[in-house]
């Protein structure tokens, strides 16, 4: 069964792979890290700004959405870095928190204060109201796709007939 095409659909689905192509360069930021490892960083400092123990493994896992040996792998890299520690959880012994060390918070916000320049350099290229009115419309597509990557998702689980 083909699906129709609206003729705009194509260029839309250009656009998000050159973007993603973009984003993706060449897996590493000028600096040698990788795009995951930042991605683990950011996780971290977001649960320390909420005054988190740190986090787990499987916690980060869930967020990035990625399986826990990746998560641990990355967190072996970080660490050997001194971007990151492991803490015994004090509630529960058996549990490692990873929280951020110094160098890894002073990384976070370089890459973070780099990554708004380059936005406002996009501001400056597109002007103010092409801005908003660019944020406004991923904003939605986002949730568009959200949305209908859950109903995919629902559909595949029921073999598309409604029964798991």
């Known amino acids: 069964m083909a699906v129709e095409q609206h003729p705009i659909a194509k260029d839309l ?16 930021g000028k600096h040698g890290y990788r795009r995951s490892q930042i991605m683990v960083l950011y ?16 916690e980060i896992s869930r967020m990035l959405n990625v399986t826990s040996p990746t998560v641990t792998q990355l967190i072996n890299e970080l ?3 001194g971007f990151v ?24 916000d370089r890459t973070t204060e780099a990554f708004l320049d380059s936005f406002n350099g996009l501001v400056e290229h597109l002007g103010e109201e092409e801005s908003k009115q660019l944020a ?12 209908s990557h859950l109903q995919l998702d629902q559909y595949i689980l029921t073999d598309g007939d409604g029964e798991v």
């Open 85 to 108: 520690e492991r803490k015994v959880d004090a509630r529960d012994r058996r549990a490692v928190r990873i929280l951020l060390t110094d160098k890894g918070r002073a990384l976070i």
């Open 43 to 58: 996780c971290l400092k977001d649960a320390e700004s909420l005054g988190g123990p740190g986090l787990m493994v499987s």
């Open 79 to 81: 660490e050997v870095r």
């Open 136 to 147: 406004h419309l991923l904003k939605k597509a986002s949730a568009y796709l959200l949305k």
């Open 13 to 28: 689905m250009e656009a998000f792979m050159q973007m993603g192509r973009y984003a993706m360069k060449d897996g590493r």
